[in-house]
């Protein structure tokens, strides 16, 4: 009788380099919001993944950067307290960015993590050449001793499947780490947040995202259907026009996105009212950052 495998594995790499769009691929489901934007994830977000004989945990994390802020700062302690825990690290590198000092750094700190069985990943092999690849694969085999070297699309689907069949075998033996009917380790509260957090970051300028926070205020049940309030939270009095826009316009379609996206996440209408807020500062402030979840 084969022996039952479960573990958890952990996407690491620069911010902006198809982790969270990978994890939702091999999932099948959209658990981690996605966007153009860098430094788009925040939180430890699991997703689970079953098999007949192995269950999977994937952790998708925040990317690993220079922090300029005590917000950048927790993000990478983050990171670091998480690979502390997991059986499968696996390290990220786009095709069509060059191997740099960044991915250097990340993967030498990767030994301090002896325990976790390490395998490189290849990302957004959908946008290079054969020979750009090619090469983009001898550069990420130099950066280390690889259990395994994937090129994978999370985008496209090419070779998730086989990514996920390596992951699973790297898993060690283990009893079930989690109930069948669990999907992911986030609240739809979590999740509410997220989606909305994810229209904002796609619709407002560049100069924007890493000041966006959301929390949930509260949710109003009634016969018709649940009135979800929100806030959308923004470091200074210009930010908040921006996030508005002319008579409420960016707003509503900031609004208007998320809400489809919240419908499709619950199966149900909702009504989706989100309130701008100013908290000066806040990426850099102890205080603010804790009433924000950070």
Known sequence: MTEFRAGFVSFVGRPNVGKSTLMNAIVGQKFAITSSKPQT??????????????????????????????????????????????????????????????????????????????IAIVTKVDTVSKERLAEHLMDVQALGDWAEIVPVSGL?????????????????VSPKLYPD????????????????????????????????????????????KPNIHVSLWVERDSQKGIVIGKAGSMLKKIGSEA???????????????????????????PKQLGKLGF
């Open 41 to 118: 994830t925040r939180k430890a977000i699991r997703a689970i993944l079953n098999r007949e004989d192995s269950q999977l945990i994937i952790v998708d994390l925040p990317g690993v950067h220079r922090p300029r802020t005590l917000l950048g700062q927790r993000l990478n302690d983050l990171v670091t307290s998480t690979l502390t825990d997991v059986d499968v690290i696996a390290f990220c590198s786009p095709a069509n960015e060059k191997v740099g000092p960044g991915d250097k750094h990340i993967v030498a700190d990767l030994e301090r993590f002896p325990k976790s069985r390490k």
């Open 156 to 172: 496209k689907g090419i070779q998730v499947e086989l990514l996920s069949d390596l992951l699973f075998k790297q898993l060690p």
């Open 181 to 224: 009917d669990v999907e992911t380790g986030e609240s739809d509260d979590d999740l509410i947040c997220e989606l909305v957090r994810e229209a904002a970051l796609e619709l407002v300028d560049d100069e924007l995202p890493h000041s966006l926070a959301v929390t949930l205020d509260e949710i109003v049940l009634s016969d018709d």
């Open 259 to 285: 809400r489809t996206q919240i419908q499709a996440l619950l199966g149900y209408p909702v009504h989706l009212s989100i309130q701008v807020r100013v908290a000066p500062d806040w990426q850099r402030n």
